[in-house]
């Protein structure tokens, strides 16, 4: 069963930073795409950054450039999202995700198949 909890987030100022992390289950994480996603009130929930394999080529948001970075440990079959600048339209319900790299072929959330639970970041002074 494949299974992916996430945990790390909170309340932060602006211009801090918080960390995610995902822990996976029930499958072998490099065979898979990982995806971090967010969604804000009243918005759709938008792509942050997709890992599409377990090579470090990452694609991230526009709005995310340079300040949030993802990596994943195989061995501890953890994916991170490290959250650097942050700023108030920052703050969402933050999920990772995961789908089989094979099938994999953009960064929206239709394309993922298994998603943790979410874990809400709020950026507020």
């Known amino acids: 069963q494949v299974q992916l909890v996430e945990s790390g987030g909170g309340l932060v100022q602006p211009g801090g930073s918080l960390r995610l992390s995902c822990v996976v289950s029930?499958?072998?994480?490099?065979?898979?795409?990982i995806g971090w996603f967010r969604q804000a009130p009243g918005k759709e929930r938008e792509g942050v950054s997709c890992s599409p394999d377990s090579s470090g080529r990452t694609i991230y948001a526009d709005s995310v450039k340079g300040r949030f970075t993802t990596s994943r440990d195989n061995a501890k079959n953890t994916v991170y999202l490290q959250m650097n600048s942050l700023r108030p339209e920052d703050t969402a319900v933050y999920y990772c995700?995961?789908?089989?790299?094979?099938?994999?072929?953009?960064?929206?959330?239709?394309?993922?198949?298994?998603w943790g639970q979410g874990n809400q970041v709020t950026v507020s002074s």
């Open positions: 995700a995961a789908q089989p790299r094979l099938t994999f072929r953009q960064c929206v959330p239709g394309e993922f198949a298994s």
């Open positions: 029930g499958f072998t994480l490099g065979y898979y795409a």
